[in-house]
Nanobody, 120 residues
C-alpha cells in the first residue's frame, strides 16, 4: 500500500509565501515524476508544477517565477515553495506521484489535498 500525505496549507495574505510538502510512504520500489495540481471551486483540476526523478521541472504559466518545485529522493518527498501569492492561487492543492511498487509497473497516486487560501 502507498500513501501520499500533504502538509503546509493554510491562510496567507496576498504577497505572502508558503511551502507545501508531500511525503510518499509504503511499499515503494521507485518514484518517477512527482507534481502538484490544484482545483479551485467550480474549476477543473490543473497542473501547477511537476518534477522528474532527474530534477527536470515544468510549471503552469500562471505560477512561473513565483513557485518552485523540488524533491528529496532520499525522503520520497516533494515540495512546492510558493511566493508572491495571489488570491487567484486559492485552491485545494493535490500531490501526485507516479510510483513503481515493482520493477515492471507504475501507477499514479494522489494525496488527500490541502487547502490554500490567499486573502487579506
Amino acid at each position: 500500500q502507498v500513501q501520499l500525505v500533504e502538509s503546509g496549507g493554510g491562510l496567507v495574505q496576498p504577497g505572502g509565501s508558503l511551502r507545501l510538502s508531500c511525503a510518499a510512504s509504503g511499499s515503494i520500489f521507485s518514484i518517477n515524476a512527482m507534481g502538484w495540481y490544484r482545483q479551485a471551486p467550480g474549476k477543473q483540476r490543473e497542473l501547477v508544477a511537476a518534477i522528474t526523478s532527474g530534477g527536470s521541472t515544468n510549471y503552469a504559466d500562471s505560477v512561473k517565477g513565483r513557485f518552485t518545485i523540488s524533491r528529496d529522493n532520499a525522503k520520497n518527498t516533494v515540495y512546492l515553495q510558493m511566493n508572491s501569492l495571489k488570491p487567484e492561487d486559492t485552491a485545494v492543492y493535490y500531490c501526485n506521484a507516479d510510483i513503481q511498487r515493482s520493477r515492471w509497473s507504475s501507477r499514479a497516486y494522489w494525496g488527500q489535498g490541502t487547502q490554500l487560501t490567499v486573502s487579506s
